[in-house]
């Protein structure tokens, strides 16, 4: 009797400070399949996308955090990458049956293109969901 193939649902991001945003992100790309897994960033590529006072978590609590979610099956710390061509060879490796996005990230092209390459389909899972960026919450007064 053969074992029944998993469908393995990708997301990344930095999840530096989670927030209710992360948490239905999560949980809704969890619905499409039977594994969810997590591209976590580096410490290094927080702080050259989100400024030189992120992350505010090191990527190893970030990555116990994460793991404690029920809905969350594995997590990967990423190294310091630049190049598209870096983490697709990452999202080649895993093989992801869907790529989980939010409906107005900027960076759709690429993830389209990681897609195309790992043989997965987009899934938009949510919209970005009211002040819940987590840059936003600390530019707050």
């Given at each position: 009797?053969?074992?029944?193939?998993?469908?393995?649902?990708l997301v990344g991001?930095?999840?530096?400070?989670?927030?209710?945003?992360?948490?239905?992100?999560?949980?809704?790309?969890?619905?499409?399949?039977?594994?969810?897994?997590?591209?976590?960033?580096?410490?290094?590529?927080?702080?050259?996308?989100?400024?030189?006072?992120?992350?505010?978590?090191?990527?190893?609590?970030?990555?116990?955090?994460?793991t404690a979610l029920?809905?969350?099956?594995?997590?990967?710390?990423?190294?310091?990458?630049?190049?598209?061509?870096?983490?697709?060879?990452?999202?080649?490796?895993?093989?992801?049956?869907?790529?989980?996005?939010?409906?107005?990230?900027?960076?759709?092209?690429y993830h389209k293109?990681?897609?195309?390459?790992?043989?997965?389909?987009?899934?938009?899972?949510?919209?970005?969901?009211?002040?819940?960026?987590?840059?936003?919450?600390?530019?707050?007064?």
């Open positions: 009797m053969s074992e029944k193939k998993k469908n393995i649902v991001g930095c999840f530096d400070v989670l927030h209710p945003g992360h948490i239905t992100f999560l949980e809704k790309s969890k619905e499409l399949g039977d594994l969810l897994v997590v591209l976590l960033e580096s410490d290094e590529k927080v702080r050259k996308l989100k400024g030189t006072d992120r992350p505010v978590h090191t990527q190893k609590d970030r990555a116990k955090v994460l029920r809905f969350v099956d594995k997590v990967i710390c990423l190294p310091f990458m630049e190049s598209e061509a870096e983490y697709a060879q990452v999202i080649a490796r895993i093989k992801p049956n869907i790529i989980a996005v939010t409906k107005g990230y900027p960076n759709i092209s293109q990681a897609a195309n390459l790992a043989g997965a389909k987009i899934k938009y899972v949510t919209r970005l969901i009211g002040n819940y960026s987590t840059s936003g919450i600390f530019n707050r007064d």
